[in-house]
Each structure stands twice: as structure tokens, then as C-alpha cells.
């Protein structure tokens, strides 16, 4: 939604002088708002998400939120839990758990979801979906082969060597303690940093920033340039795009699929 000023014209103030009232003309003095851009977006090719509110205030530009699910990088406390791995109850129950489905809920969480079996007897099959929150995992199991519609359901948190370890209730109301191995889930790529530039016009924001020191060496340093188009309420007709800056206030993008959010331009 777009926001235009509102600005009172030919309104008339009433002012209190010497215990009479008297009446004056209002101001009709135009103050023009500063444009800015803000948004928070999920994104695909590869499993992404940014949040930014961007100012063309001289002086101050604002700032981004970036994290890439698919990109290791240590010490960010973001954790992706994709792909297969021993999933064991009670240290004696040994499952087997296939994350198929990682969505970005923002810089630092996701939803998972995938299937899994019972390793002595892979008749019981089973549904799992999830969220992992900086390194807080929840999960709910739902058995769909024999002895269908029963429930697990845990808590956990992922140590700093990709292990989990936690307390799941089934639907019998049984306490399992839970495990999974070293190497079950991953840090990712998560930074943040100052905007450095902004140029907003119409429904279109441009801006740039620099990736910070602590980022892996490989992306640390870089200067990046984001194209955004306000394309209306919801996020279906707005567009997301990035890339390393090669001139001053512009450079190549690739645009990106947004999967959920919003992005609002306001000029």
C-alpha cells in the first residue's frame, strides 16, 4: 500500500487570546515525506530470506538482515536440518528421518517437512513437519503406515557439531528422550549490515551495502547492489533482486523468486 501525505488545506485554527477566540489561517506549508523501502521476503534459487527498511535520508540509509539456508558459514547460530539422518528414541528406537522441505520463516528460521521410518520394520512409515529457530528444533510425527495416527511430538536444541538431542511425548503420554548424530543439521550464511546508498523513485527502490568482515572470506567485503519494486499489496507482483555492485550506485542482479512477505516503497 502506498502512503501519500495528507495535508490539511484551507482549515481554520482557533486560538484562545485574552479570554476571547479568535480564528487563524492554518499553514499550508508542504512538507515532503523522505522516501523509504522497507520489506521482509522469502526467497528461492537457492532457500533464502532478507529483511531491510531503507531511508534516502542524507546521512543515514538504513540497514539489511540477509541469511542463505544453503550456504554453510560458522558461527551465525542459523542451523538448516535438511536431508537424512538417524533419528533414535529411549538410545534404543532407531528411526530414520528424510528432511525434503526447508521454508525460510525469516533470517534465523525455518518450517521442515519430510517422512521417515521405523528402522527394525519399515511398515511404519511416518509424516514429520517443524520449525528450527537460531538452534531450537520442534517437531511433530505423525505415523501414516501400521499403526497409523500415532504421534510424536519433541523439543530440542542443536549443539555447535550438528548434533540435536531433546524430549519428545507420544500420544500415549510416554516421555522419549531423543537423539540425533553429530552432522544433522548445519550452520548457514546470516549477516547483517548498514546501507550505504539509496536511490527511490516511484515505485522502485535501489541500494547498496557492504558484506561485513565476519562473513566467510569469500563474500566478506563484497559490495552488493538491490534492485526492489513495490508491485502492490502482498507480495506476488514485487520483485527481488541482488548482486555484486561494479560501479558506483549500480551493477549486474539476479532477480530471485519471492515465496512469501512484502516489500513497500513509499516515495
Excluded: C, E
Excluded at 41 to 48: E, F, K, N, R, W
Excluded at 150 to 162: C, E, F, K, M, T
Excluded at 243 to 264: E, K
Aim: proline share 5%; glycine share 12%.
Amino acid at each position: 500500500m502506498k502512503i501519500r501525505s495528507i495535508l490539511a488545506t484551507g482549515a481554520v485554527a482557533l486560538a484562545v487570546v485574552g479570554g476571547s477566540v479568535t480564528a487563524a489561517g492554518a499553514s499550508t506549508t508542504h512538507v515532503r515525506p523522505v522516501p523509504t523501502a522497507t520489506g521482509s521476503v522469502a526467497l528461492s534459487g537457492p532457500i533464502q530470506y532478507v529483511s531491510f527498511a531503507v531511508s534516502a535520508k542524507a546521512g543515514h540509509h538504513g540497514w539489511i538482515d540477509y541469511a542463505n539456508f544453503t550456504y554453510p558459514a560458522a558461527n551465525t547460530n542459523v542451523w538448516n536440518i535438511s536431508g537424512t539422518h538417524a533419528l533414535v528414541f529411549a538410545g534404543t528406537y532407531a528411526h530414520t528421518m528424510t528432511v525434503t522441505t526447508v521454508t525460510p520463516l525469516s533470517t534465523h528460521a525455518t518450517r521442515f517437512s519430510g517422512t521417515g521410518t521405523y528402522n527394525a520394520d519399515s511398515s511404519y512409515t511416518w509424516t514429520v513437519t517443524g520449525t528450527v529457530s537460531w538452534n531450537a528444533v520442534s517437531f511433530s510425527i505423525l505415523y501414516t503406515g501400521t499403526n497409523a495416527g500415532y504421534r510424536v511430538s519433541g523439543h530440542g536444541w542443536i549443539a555447535a557439531n550438528g548434533s540435536v538431542s531433546g524430549t519428545a511425548r507420544d500420544s500415549n503420554g510416554l516421555m522419549l528422550p531423543f537423539t540425533m548424530p553429530a552432522g544433522s543439521a548445519f550452520q548457514v550464511l546470516r549477516y547483517q549490515a548498514p546501507v550505504t546508498w539509496a536511490v527511490i523513485s516511484g515505485h522502485n527502490a535501489r541500494f547498496g551495502f557492504t558484506i561485513p568482515s565476519y562473513a566467510p572470506a569469500a563474500l566478506a567485503g563484497l559490495p552488493i547492489v538491490v534492485k526492489v519494486h513495490d508491485g502492490g499489496p502482498g507480495y506476488q507482483n514485487d520483485t527481488y533482486a541482488h548482486g555484486v555492485a561494479t560501479s558506483w550506485h549500480n551493477g549486474p542482479v539476479t532477480q530471485y523468486p519471492i515465496t512469501s512477505g512484502n516489500i513497500i516503497v513509499n516515495r
